[in-house]
C-alpha cells in the first residue's frame, strides 16, 4: 500500500505522532498507582526512585505514540529499533524507580508472591536475561509476527505491552532480587554468560547479512517514495540488533561477575567460621600457635566430597 507519509528527520523526534490507546491507558494508570503508593508510604521514598519511574513512563509514552509508531508500519529497522527500546530500555528505566519494593511495603509480601516464586527465581537468575534476547529476536523480528502486527493494529498495541512486560522480567536480576548461589556456580553462570555474548549477536547478525527478506513485513508494509529497498531496510534492522543485543549483555555480565566476588566472600566467611568453631572445641585460643588443617579437608561441604 502507498502512503503521503513525509520522510523522517530529525524534526520528527517531536512532531511525529500516533496514539496508541492502550499504552496511553497503562502509562495513566502506573503513574496514578505509583503516586498514591509513594503518599501511602509512612516514610519518606528516594526521590531519585520516582523520578526514574517517571522518566521510564515518558519514555514508554514516547516509544508508543511517537515517531517509532508513526513509522512503525513502514520502516522495518524502525520496528527493529521500537521493540529494543521495549524490551530492554524503557523496562530497565521504570524498574529503576523500584516499584516492586514499592508494592511490597505499602501491600505488602503477597503483592509481590510472584518474585519469590520458582518462576520469579528463574527469571533472577541473570543467565536468563541474555538467553532470552535470541528466543525473542526470532520471535520478533523473523517469521510472520511483524506482518501480522502492522496489519492488525490492536494486536501491535497489546504485543508493546506484553514486550515490555517480558522486559521487566529480564530485569528482576538488576533490582536487588536475591541469590545465594555458591562461588563455583556463579562461576560457571559467568562463563555461559559470556558465551551467550556470542550467542545473543547471532539474530543481528542473520539480519544483516541476509541475501533476501527473512520476515513478513515487507510483505504488508506501507511504501512511500522514501522507502529503502527492502534488503536495505533489513540490513539497517540486522546492525541495529546486532549492536543493542551486544550492549545489552554487558550489565548483565557485570552483575554476575559482583555475584561472583560476593559469593566468593560470603563462602569464605562461612568457612572461616566453621574453622574458628573448630578451634575453640579444641581449645586453642586466638594468640596460641596451631596450625589448622587444610581448609578443604575440614569443610563439610568438601568433606563429603571427598568421601564419595
Known amino acids: 500500500m502507498v502512503s503521503a507519509l ?14 496508541q490507546p492502550i499504552a496511553i491507558v497503562v502509562v495513566v494508570g502506573a503513574a496514578a498507582w505509583y503516586l498514591s503508593a509513594v503518599r501511602r508510604l509512612p516514610e519518606a521514598w528516594p526521590r531519585w526512585h520516582s523520578a526514574a519511574f517517571a522518566i521510564g513512563l515518558l519514555l514508554l509514552g514516547w516509544t508508543t505514540n511517537g515517531v517509532l509508531e508513526r513509522y512503525v508500519d513502514s520502516l522495518f529497522w524502525v520496528w527493529t529499533t521500537q521493540y529494543l527500546a521495549l524490551l530492554l530500555v524503557v523496562p530497565v528505566v521504570i524498574m529503576a524507580g523500584q516499584p516492586i519494593e514499592l508494592a511490597r511495603r505499602v501491600h505488602g509480601e503477597r503483592s509481590i508472591r510472584f518474585v519469590s516464586s520458582g518462576l520469579g527465581r528463574v527469571f533472577a537468575n541473570p543467565l536468563v536475561g541474555p538467553a532470552l ?7 520478533l523480528f523473523f517469521g510472520p509476527l511483524p506482518g501480522w502486527a502492522i496489519t492488525t493494529r490492536p494486536l501491535a498495541w497489546v504485543l508493546e505491552i506484553v514486550v515490555v512486560a517480558l ?3 529480564i530485569v528482576l536480576p538488576l533490582v536487588g532480587v536475591s541469590n545465594q548461589a555458591g562461588s563455583l556456580a556463579v562461576a560457571l553462570a559467568l562463563v555461559i554468560g559470556v558465551f551467550e555474548l556470542l550467542l545473543d549477536a547471532v539474530p543481528g547478525i542473520v539480519l544483516r547479512l541476509s541475501t ?3 520476515t513478513t513485513f515487507f510483505d504488508h508494509r506501507a511504501v512511500h517514495s522514501w522507502s529503502p529497498t527492502a534488503l536495505h531496510d533489513q540490513q539497517l534492522a540486522g546492525a ?12 548483565f555480565l557485570l552483575l554476575i561477575f559482583r555475584r561472583w566476588v560476593r559469593a566468593d ?11 574458628d568453631a573448630e578451634r575453640f572445641a579444641r581449645g586453642v585460643g586466638d594468640d596460641e600457635l596451631a596450625p589448622d588443617a587444610p581448609w578443604w579437608l575440614t569443610d563439610p561441604a568438601m568433606r563429603q566430597r571427598f568421601e564419595r
Not at 513525509?6 to 500516533?18: D, G, H, I
Open 133 to 139: 534476547i535470541p528466543v525473542l529476536s526470532a520471535v
Open 6 to 19: 513525509p520522510s523522517p528527520t530529525l524534526a520528527s523526534l517531536l512532531t511525529a505522532w500516533a496514539p
Open 167 to 169: 522486559g521487566a522480567l
Open 212 to 214: 533476501h527478506p527473512v
Open 240 to 251: 541495529t540488533l546486532w549492536v543493542v543485543a551486544e550492549l545489552i549483555d554487558l550489565p
Open 265 to 275: 566472600a560470603r563462602d569464605a566467611q562461612e568457612i572461616d567460621t566453621v574453622l
